[in-house]
């Protein structure tokens, strides 16, 4: 407990110095300022907030009631004490009623005064010490808050200039590509018109370049996606003739054989097909990639539920089921992993677009994997409602028949 300040107010000049007296003698290290009428005491609380105010009830001018109101006004949270004369009970109610913390009958009882002053003084530092915790603890609040709006600021703006670095760089590394693509196709051309063979090492250069395509592209779509711009032209399909086309492709650039696993009814959905194509083509790229060259690679598709489920199987590497959360964000390659055929190609952004695209749709996308064993990702959107609407027919040289089992 800290020096305790009081304040005794009485015209009666002999029984405050007698108060004073008794205080100095029983409360340790007690500062004590007296006051003989209400008006002086006003004064002095208005500069000291006292830890407990003492006042007779009875003074010429303004009486200890109505002083009790002013200090109620001034410092609410100050006990004050009021000496009321002996058998006054009615002043001491009013005394009570009007906020005083407890009433002294005269003649003071002297231990019962001390005790009651002790407590209000106890009182007091108490609140004080609460007042300050709680104004301590808003201070931190508003600095926490005030660092945590600073930080989500900067946040904010460092966001936004890797989003403006990646789109600018994504579209700076499109345009030679462009131009590298062109040229190596024209030079191809005049080659062969020439009768001259294609140099050894034009394949690879090929390859290199489709793999830098397939990179550049999956930053200007995850820039697209980020910034809200991805658009889709939805249009009703069948999922067997999606699916067939994808396999197609994926088996004339990589070599491997793809299984289609399709039923004999149409399936069909209604979606962005270069979008939906997309999807298929990266999930069968992972299947391939990270997988070996003789494993099988499954593509099927079924109606479960009202819903078209498809799904690409692999008997692959797996995926550790502590990762498995995480495969679906941007930029997240589980760690240690490698592919098992061709170069690897990918910025860990694949699946994150396979879901944006998928969730745009209205669907779910999610994959199970048991490591050692292979994966297998799912890919669920709603059947298209039964009406004759204007279909999309694959490129016909692109599209083989689907059959159950291939
Ligand atoms: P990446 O460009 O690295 O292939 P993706 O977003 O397509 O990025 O995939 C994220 C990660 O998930 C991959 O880096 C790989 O670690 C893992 N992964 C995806 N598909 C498979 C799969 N079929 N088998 C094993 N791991 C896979």
């Known amino acids: 407990m800290t020096a ?59 009486d200890g009631l109505a002083l009790l109101e002013r200090i109620r006004a001034v410092r609410p949270a100050t006990p004050t004490l009021l000496i009321t004369g002996h058998g006054e009970h009615d002043l001491a109610i009013q005394a009570v009623r009007g906020g005083a913390y407890d009433y002294i009958q005269k003649p003071v009882d002297r231990d019962y005064f001390i005790a009651s002053l002790k407590r209000a003084i106890q009182v007091r530092q108490l609140s004080r010490q609460v007042e300050e915790q709680r104004v301590a603890l808003e201070r ?12 989500t600021r900067e946040l904010v703006e460092a966001n936004r200039v890797k989003e403006e670095f990646l789109s600018l760089a994504s579209h700076e590394l499109r345009n030679p590509l462009v131009t590298l693509t062109l040229h190596m196709q024209l030079t ?56 067939a086309q994808v396999a197609t492709e994926q088996e004339a650039s990589t070599g491997r054989v793809v299984t289609l696993n399709m039923p004999a009814e149409a399936l069909e959905i209604i979606v962005d097909v270069d979008r939906m194509s997309q999807v298929l083509t990266n999930l069968l ?72 695209i998928v969730e745009r749709h209205g669907g779910r996308i999610w994959a199970e994997s048991t490591v050692g064993q292979g994966s297998r990702f799912y890919v669920a959107l709603r059947m298209a409602p039964a009406a004759g609407g204007r279909r999309r027919s694959p490129k016909a040289q692109d599209v083989r028949e689907p059959s159950p089992h291939r």
């Open 4 to 62: 305790p300040h009081i304040l005794i107010v009485d015209d009666d000049t002999a029984l405050l110095e007698a108060l004073t007296e008794a205080l100095k003698i029983r409360v340790d290290d007690v500062q004590v300022d007296t006051a003989e009428s209400a008006s002086a005491a006003l004064a002095r609380i208005q500069e000291t907030d006292y830890d407990a105010i003492v006042s007779d009830i009875k003074m010429p001018g303004i």
């Open 140 to 151: 931190y609040a508003s600095e926490l808050e005030h660092m945590v709006e600073e930080r």
């Open 188 to 243: 191809g051309m005049t080659l062969e018109r020439a009768g001259v063979p294609l140099p050894p090492h034009w394949e690879r250069m090929r390859q290199a370049i489709a793999r830098m395509e397939v990179l550049v592209n999956d930053l200007i779509d995850a820039v697209r996606i980020a910034s809200g711009k991805l658009a889709l032209s939805p249009e009703r399909c069948d999922v067997r003739m999606l699916c």
């Open 285 to 356: 790229a992972n299947a391939i990639q990270y997988s070996l060259a003789d494993r099988p690679v499954v593509l099927s598709a079924a109606r479960v539920a009202g819903e078209v489920l498809m799904s690409v199987a692999d008997q692959g590497a797996g995926i550790p089921h502590e990762h498995l959360p995480h495969i679906f964000e941007r930029f997240y390659q589980v760690p240690g992993t490698s592919v098992q055929t061709g170069p690897r190609v990918g910025l860990g952004l694949g699946l994150y677009i396979c879901r944006e």
